[in-house]
């Protein structure tokens, strides 16, 4: 596992290199003080792992987006102070995998890279109790649904999915566009092939990080909910 450590706090960056360096399965292969120095460690030696309190001075959660954009193989661990429910879903809906809190017991921090780097996703009690609280299961949202091939989707299968993603039944999106509840069928089953997701949620994940729906809308949905 090739990890990054990315804060803009020095004694955070001394203090995680610590309680890692001792990990025989973990290899830190750099140091980041802000979203620069960050893409350029990724981009010159190939981390696979991002340990990143992306709150901290120097970076910001877009960073998140942008990396895997190109590198989309490296897997963001969030480690931040505590945050609204709102900040955690934007976080995961931009690629964060795992997430825990800078008070979490050393195991906790420990067990969430070592389950990351072997393709599984960590959350720190505190952290899953908030986003639940927010009414989102952290298994509707399909972290690997998403691959570095282009999707393509017809204009038609695009305007399907911000349909789909606004909340709207198949009858509702085949009444809005003049169409048959079987073609509007079909148009999603092939939506989804296209983009490898198995669910609704797969669909509406794509349309955020896509930016074709904010991610906001169904947050505040789902706090009025």
């Not at 292969?29 to 990724?42: D, H, M, P, S, V």
Request: charged share 25%; proline share 1%.
């Amino acid at each position: 596992m090739k990890l990054v450590l990315a804060d803009g706090n020095d004694l955070i960056r001394v203090g995680l290199r610590t309680i890692l360096s001792t990990e025989k399965d973990v290899e830190i292969i750099g140091e980041a003080k802000n979203n620069k120095e960050l893409k350029q460690i990724i981009k010159n030696f190939g981390a696979t792992l991002v340990l990143i309190d992306y709150t901290s001075e120097g970076f910001d959660i877009d960073i998140i987006h942008k990396i895997l954009a190109v590198e989309c193989n490296v897997k963001f661990i969030a480690i931040t102070p505590e945050q609204s429910a709102q900040t955690l879903v934007d976080a995961l809906r931009s690629g964060v995998v795992s997430y825990v809190k800078k008070d979490c017991d050393l195991g906790e921090i420990i067990n969430a890279v070592k389950e990351t780097g072997r393709g599984n996703k960590f959350f720190c009690g505190q952290i899953l109790e908030t986003i639940q609280r927010a009414s989102i299961d952290v298994n509707d949202i399909d972290f690997e649904s998403f691959s570095c091939e282009a999707v393509v989707l017809s204009e038609r299968e695009i305007g399907i999915v911000v349909l789909i993603a606004e909340g709207m039944t198949n009858q509702q999106i085949a009444d809005q566009l003049f169409l048959s509840n079987h073609t509007i069928n079909t148009h999603r089953k092939n939506i989804m092939a296209k983009l490898g997701v198995k669910n609704t949620a797969g669909i509406v994940m794509y349309a955020v990080k896509t930016n074709l729906v904010s991610p906001n809308k169904f947050l505040f949905a789902s706090e009025q909910g």
